[in-house]
């Protein structure tokens, strides 16, 4: 479907929510059945987007984590007297903070669908394990095992959200998202 069509029947959906609910509010003759039909259609789409978002979400961090920590770290721009490194690492701590807040993203995102909460919930211990890793990166105290944890949980977390029907890709976010943080 073109995108503008897909934009216009997602708007045509809102709106008709919307409508539906205040008019549901404002009479009070009327049965809360009529009611129930905007829930169910806002909770579908609600469920649909939890997908999008987590794969978006995760995609991001699956991008950054293989853009700025695996590939620089195998290419060994991190050891000392390398070319770059001190670039390189703070682009790789930033790396580090930009994919542990977009997998806790994904994490909040995955509890809209069933399905993709319950193939998500085991990760939430490997994703907190990465919280400090982006300070170890930035002052050049990273090796294999912590880049190999960054690894085991977008790996993880691809599998997760591909056995709940949402599948990652890696999406390398910009120098300016990276830096922002979203």
């Known amino acids: 479907m073109p995108r503008g069509v897909s934009r216009g029947v997602v708007a045509l959906l809102l709106s008709c929510t919307l409508l539906l609910t205040t008019a549901a509010c404002n009479d009070d003759t009327k049965s809360t059945s009529s009611a129930a039909t905007p829930s169910a259609s806002a909770s579908f789409e609600q469920q649909k987007l939890a997908k999008t978002r987590f794969v978006a979400n995760a995609g991001l961090a699956a991008g950054a984590t293989y853009q700025w920590i695996v590939k620089p770290y195998r290419a060994g721009t991190f050891k ?103």
């Open 80 to 182: 000392k007297g390398a070319d770059g490194r001190t670039f390189a690492l703070v682009k790789a701590g930033l790396a580090a903070a930009f994919t542990y807040n977009r997998l806790k993203a994904a994490l909040n995102n995955a509890k809209g669908d069933p399905l993709l909460s319950k193939a998500v919930a085991p990760l939430a211990a490997g994703i907190e394990s990465l919280k400090e890793l982006g300070t170890k990166l930035r002052k050049g105290e990273v090796g294999d095992a912590d880049v190999g944890a960054f690894e085991n949980v977008i790996n993880s977390v691809k599998n997760a959200g591909k056995s709940a029907g949402a599948e990652v890709v890696d999406q390398v976010p910009s120098t300016s998202q990276l830096s922002g943080g979203s």
